[in-house]
């Protein structure tokens, strides 16, 4: 079946540093979804990238889909500390299943 | 007010008991997920439903079970066949292939 994979898996930085993590996907990707989950918390939805190329940005988040439509991005820009927590994209699954398939997320820790 | 609630958000549950947890969405979405999440995990899927009265495994669905007689609930029973239930569980609901949207979760603990 589809599956992404995400890296890194752990990343730790100083508050200010710019820090991405990466999706994979072995086959293209009709779109690709990117969740947050602070600590304790649930996955919140951020984005969903649709287009070959595409880049989307949030404040300081910086969001690209790959021209082949096999891998996404996720950058942030001079990190603060609420910006901690675990970052998960998603890929969607068989179209007739319509479920969607999660990278293990990369989980961002951010020294003061 | 809109949105999917979990409930409860703790459970504690002796070996060999069957417990449930609730799912409800007023969200009018059609499809609803388990997942599970252990600690410094990824989601893995349960079990998932496209529709009333139909649900398909997902890929750890040995020792659970779900319904959905109604399109705004999904129970999931953890059965005592499910040998290492103290997890996070995580609800959600969606249109097809549109995003997610979760509750607050609930974390099982066997004592």
């Known amino acids: 079946g589809q599956q992404v994979m995400q890296i890194p898996q752990y990343q730790h930085v100083q508050e200010g540093e710019d820090f991405t993590t990466y999706c994979n996907s072995s086959?293209?990707?009709?779109?690709i979804q990117w969740y947050k989950q602070r600590p304790g918390g649930h996955p919140v939805f951020l984005i969903q990238?649709?287009?070959?190329?595409e880049v989307k940005k949030q404040k300081r988040l910086t969001f690209q889909f790959g021209e082949a439509k096999k891998n996404s991005s996720l950058h942030i820009t001079a990190t603060q500390t609420t910006d901690v927590g675990t970052y998960f994209c998603?890929?969607?699954?068989?179209?007739?299943?319509?479920?969607?398939?999660f990278g293990d997320g990369t989980t961002l820790t951010v020294k003061p | 007010d809109g949105g999917i609630t979990q409930s409860p958000k703790y459970l504690f549950r002796k070996e060999g008991q069957n417990v449930t947890l609730s799912c409800e969405q007023n969200?009018?979405?059609?499809?609803m997920y388990w997942y599970r999440q252990d600690p410094g995990q990824g989601l893995r899927l349960i079990y998932y439903?496209?529709?009333?009265?139909?649900?398909q495994k997902g890929d750890i669905a040995e020792g659970y079970s779900v319904s959905r007689e109604k399109k705004e609930s999904f129970p999931l029973t953890v059965t005592s066949a499910q040998k290492n239930p103290t997890a996070f569980y995580l609800c959600?609901?969606?249109?097809?292939?549109?995003?997610?949207?979760f509750g607050q979760g609930t974390r099982l603990t066997v004592v």
């Open positions: 998603a890929g969607p699954g068989n179209t007739n299943a319509g479920k969607s398939t």
């Open positions: 959600a609901s969606s249109r097809r292939n549109t995003e997610a949207f």
């Open positions: 439903s496209q529709i009333v009265n139909d649900f």
């Open positions: 086959t293209t990707l009709s779109n």
């Open positions: 990238l649709v287009k070959s190329g």
């Open positions: 969200l009018n979405h059609d499809a």
